[in-house]
């Protein structure tokens, strides 16, 4: 996925929903703050995404872009609608969030989940995609690792899991 498609996404993800922002999650969220992010990280053709103002609308986004739809026929892309809750972030996510408004997403705008937010969220995930993925953004210098085991304690995750998770960045350290 490109930064242009993300854009795309956004408008679309908020033309369907009638909400003018939506909060984007997973993997291509990194384009908010990386739009040029290794195309090893921007791999993923889904895009998840829920509505900001309106979270009750989060079905709209399935029925109209999801995929097999003629969205995703359409531009080889698709968009995932979920729920804030269904991702465990760190606390205080929101308001470090990453915006993305102008031409491409006009009048709309996305709110990505910040780089080390979305580590930890995906650490938590825990499946091998994730800790792939993770592990490209501590090689390439995308999140500092320090950062990374600071928002690992604010999780609401159990403490066993947390240290577990806690080594496994202090052996991927750069």
Avoid at 73 to 98: C, D, M, N, Q
Avoid at 127 to 141: A, M, Q
Wanted: hydrophobic residues 35%; glycine residues 8%.
């Amino acid at each position: 996925m490109t930064r242009e498609e993300l854009e795309h996404a956004i408008r679309a993800a908020c033309n369907v929903t009638n909400d003018p922002e939506v909060w984007v999650f997973g993997s291509q969220s990194l384009l908010g703050e990386h739009s040029n992010a290794p195309e090893a990280l921007r791999q993923s053709i889904e895009v998840d995404m829920a509505p900001k103002n309106y979270p009750d609308r989060v079905d709209l986004i399935d029925g109209a872009l999801g995929e097999y739809s003629l969205f995703h026929r359409t531009h080889g892309f698709y968009v995932h609608g979920i729920s804030t809750e269904s991702a465990i972030l760190p606390e205080g996510w929101g308001k470090r969030a990453i915006p993305i408004s102008g031409h491409g997403t006009e009048p709309s705008m996305g709110w990505c989940i910040e780089g080390h937010d979305l580590a930890a969220s995906k650490l938590v995930a825990s499946r091998e995609r994730d800790y792939r993925f993770v592990r490209t953004l501590i090689v390439e210098g995308l999140v500092d690792t320090n950062v990374l085991l600071q928002r690992l304690q604010t999780l609401s995750i159990e403490l066993e899991k947390r240290e577990k998770l806690s080594q496994w960045i202090r052996s991927n350290t750069v």
